[in-house]
């Protein structure tokens, strides 16, 4: 994207994502910028957010709740996301080479080259977990 005019409502949405370790939904994100850019629109946001993604400096997480949420964290992690209330947290583990290992090994048997990989983990958050006695 040689070229790309600079953007102080992208400029917002890209600080925001990367200042908070919530996984925020577009709407959660536009409500977020509105306070210090009132006039921006949802489209704005969403155009932003979907550039973000493609230029690799924000990662979109699918959901169980069929929203697209995001997250300003792009190094190799992983996600848990809650099937009771939805909610998406990171998982902070050192396992970098590993994934480096499994896409290697995946690579072998896959005609192309994958540079990449989305790992999720589901279940139950320490709340839900409370609030139903899950153990």
């Given at each position: 994207?040689?070229?790309?005019?600079?953007?102080?409502?992208?400029?917002?949405?890209?600080?925001?994502?990367?200042?908070?370790?919530?996984?925020?939904?577009?709407?959660?994100?536009?409500?977020?910028?509105?306070?210090?850019?009132?006039?921006?629109?949802?489209?704005?946001?969403?155009?932003?957010?979907?550039?973000?993604v493609?230029?690799?400096?924000?990662?979109?997480?699918?959901?169980?709740d069929?929203?697209?949420?995001?997250?300003?964290?792009?190094?190799?992690?992983?996600?848990?996301?809650?099937?009771?209330?939805?909610?998406?947290?990171?998982?902070?583990t050192?396992l970098?080479?590993?994934?480096?290992?499994?896409?290697?090994e995946?690579?072998?048997?896959?005609?192309?080259?994958?540079?990449?990989?989305?790992?999720?983990?589901?279940?139950?958050?320490?709340?839900?977990?409370?609030?139903?006695?899950?153990?």
């Open positions: 994207m040689a070229g790309l005019k600079y953007s102080r409502q992208r400029e917002a949405v890209k600080n925001y994502l990367m200042s908070t370790k919530e996984h925020p939904t577009a709407d959660m994100v536009y409500n977020k910028i509105r306070e210090e850019y009132p006039n921006i629109s949802l489209g704005t946001v969403y155009r932003n957010l979907s550039l973000l493609e230029l690799g400096e924000v990662v979109k997480v699918p959901s169980m069929g929203c697209d949420h995001f997250d300003g964290d792009t190094s190799a992690h992983y996600h848990f996301i809650c099937t009771e209330c939805g909610r998406i947290s990171d998982i902070d050192n970098e080479e590993e994934l480096s290992r499994i896409n290697r995946v690579n072998r048997g896959f005609d192309g080259y994958i540079n990449g990989s989305a790992i999720h983990f589901y279940g139950h958050c320490q709340d839900c977990m409370a609030k139903s006695k899950i153990s």
